[in-house]
Antibody, heavy 114, light 106 residues
Framework: QVQLVESGGGVVQPGRSLRLSCAAS????????MHWVRQAPGKGLEWVAV????????FYTDSVKGRFTISRDNSKSTLYLQMNGLRVEDTAVYYC???????WGQGTLVTVSS | DIQMTQSPSSLSASVGDRVTITCQAS??????LNWYQQKPGKAPKLLIY???NLETGVPSRFSGSGSGTHFTFTISSLQPEDIGTYYC????????FGGGTKVEIK
């Protein structure tokens, strides 16, 4: 069955970096585009970034452009989100999701606090 | 960017009531629309895809309709286990979510 498992979250100070991973299984990872979506505490869902199936195209929401980088390793069936220059407002649960949103991981919490 | 306007933001209804949530897209998204249920501390659960298709294993009291810019989600007979927050989401270009509807039992 399809599984997406995020990891890498934690508590980090403002300005620091963190890398999230999303390990995929149960489907041919290299066929699908993948997204990162986040949810701040008590708030709604916000799309963060998408990467094409081959990694050649990447798009970001405006608030993370220049700070976050989405990438993937199809040989490892793993999606990544490199987050640099973290801000307090980046505090959220980060989910990875497949293509149109048919499968989601369980999420990993990122807390940015001094 | 495509904006999704969802209403109401919250509702309280009795067990057995018919519940309806609407979602309006800022531009034509044909039928590239999902509906999710989310419970506290959990990831969103897909209920309806392509605007009107019921995801496998989801009870038939849930349904969706619409195309273009106007969409509707219905629970035909609200059950206690249906409490949670519901989101619409377009996937015509990237992903955009509605603001959510918190459903409570009266």
């Amino acid at each position: 069955q399809v599984q997406l498992v995020e990891s890498g979250g934690g508590v980090v100070q403002p300005g620091r970096s963190l890398r999230l991973s999303c390990a995929a299984s149960g489907f041919t990872f290299s066929v699908y585009s993948m997204h990162w979506v986040r949810q701040a505490p008590g708030k709604g869902l916000e799309w963060v970034a998408v990467i094409s199936n081959d990694g050649s195209k990447k798009f970001y929401t405006d608030s993370v452009k220049g700070r976050f980088t989405i990438s993937r390793d199809n040989s490892k069936s793993t999606l990544y989100l490199q987050m640099n220059g973290l801000r307090v407002e980046d505090t959220a649960v980060y989910y990875c999701a497949r293509r149109g949103g048919d499968y989601w991981g369980q999420g990993t919490l990122v807390t940015v606090s001094s | 960017d495509i904006q999704m306007t969802q209403s109401p933001s919250s509702l309280s209804a009795s067990v057995g009531d018919r519940v309806t949530i609407t979602c309006q897209a800022s531009q034509d998204i044909t039928n590239y629309l999902n509906w999710y249920q989310q419970k506290p501390g959990k990831a969103p659960k897909l209920l309806i895809y392509d605007a009107s298709n019921l995801e496998t294993g989801v009870p038939s009291r849930f349904s969706g309709s619409g195309s273009g810019t106007h969409f509707t989600f219905t629970i035909s007979s609200l059950q206690p286990e249906d409490i949670g927050t519901y989101y619409c989401q377009q996937y015509d270009k990237f992903l955009t979510f509605g603001g959510g509807t918190k459903v409570e039992i009266k």
